[in-house]
């Protein structure tokens, strides 16, 4: 995998020449439109990267955006790849370490996801403080690539103290609640029934998700800071009325995008 991950770099560095990104993005469903505002950005379909995967998922364009935002050099994934499209945990991370090689040293990584505590309900931001992950296999799992990280990383602090503080402090002088708390991850791509949530929440998990962790193992194991945001898009199962749909999530990111922006931009600003 590192030669295939060098060919990929090699491949990045050959459309955008000298550019060294301070940050990966890593955006989710229906958040996309970050990448759009940076400026002298030079826009890669994931299809024109040697060796990347290509993201099939609704409401990602599947595009590698390298420019500026935030004031911070920045390589900016509109879309990711996930383990119910059919990759392995370690191709879902690919594109994360693909950047971390290309000399990113922190990740913002953002989701949608669906709300479990009180008061997560659609349109608010929460912070991800940890995770649990019970499902399918590690992105480490393998041969370890020591170019990268260590065979045993610790994962006690994986979400950077000092980012959730910078964070929560930009939130406060944007005048936009953030919420913090944990995420659990679920493979997908059905969305979990309501028996599971019970189980999530007596678990300690604030949101649930079905992306997220396989790149933040990657990044910690890389060690890369992290930042981590949920945009919470629905109530989960069980806690609404309705079934749920792919469509109110899309719909909650389009309605909550100018809020969400800001303080993503402000993030990168206090960085």
Do not use: W
């Not at 990280?149 to 950077?160: C, L, Q």
């Not at 944990?182 to 493979?187: I, K, Q, R």
Request: glycine share 12%; proline share 6%.
């Amino acid at each position: 995998m590192i030669n295939q991950l060098r060919a990929s770099v090699a491949s990045i560095q050959a459309r955008a020449p000298g550019f060294v990104p301070e940050v990966a993005l890593v955006l989710g469903s229906g958040l996309g439109f970050l990448g759009d505002e940076c400026q002298n950005a030079v826009s890669i379909p994931y299809g024109e990267i040697g060796h990347f995967p290509v993201s099939t998922a609704p409401g990602h364009a599947g595009r590698l955006v390298l420019g500026e935002l935030g004031g911070k050099r920045v390589a900016v994934m509109q879309g990711r790849f996930h383990y119910y499209e059919g990759y392995d945990t370690a191709t879902a991370a690919y594109g994360v370490r693909t950047l971390r090689l290309l000399g990113a040293k922190t990740l913002l990584v953002t989701n949608a996801a669906g709300g479990v505590s009180e008061g997560l309900e659609p349109g608010v931001i929460l912070n991800i403080t940890d995770h649990i992950k019970f499902f399918d296999e590690s992105p480490l799992r393998g041969e370890n690539i020591p170019e990268l990280g260590t065979r045993f990383p610790g994962m006690s602090y994986t979400y950077t103290p000092e980012l959730r503080h910078k964070a929560r402090l930009a939130a406060q002088e944007l005048n936009i609640p953030l919420y913090s708390g944990v995420y659990m991850y679920f493979p997908g791509p059905q969305y979990e029934t309501p028996a599971e949530i019970r189980a999530a929440k007596t678990l300690g998990a604030d949101a649930v998700g079905m992306s997220t962790v396989p790149e933040v193992i990657a990044a910690a194991h890389a060690g890369m800071e992290i930042l981590g945001f949920s945009l919470i898009c629905n109530m989960a199962a069980g806690l609404q009325t309705h079934e749920l749909s792919e469509q109110e999530v899309l719909d909650t990111a389009e309605k909550s995008k100018g809020q969400f922006s800001q303080l993503i931009i402000k993030c990168l600003e206090e960085m």
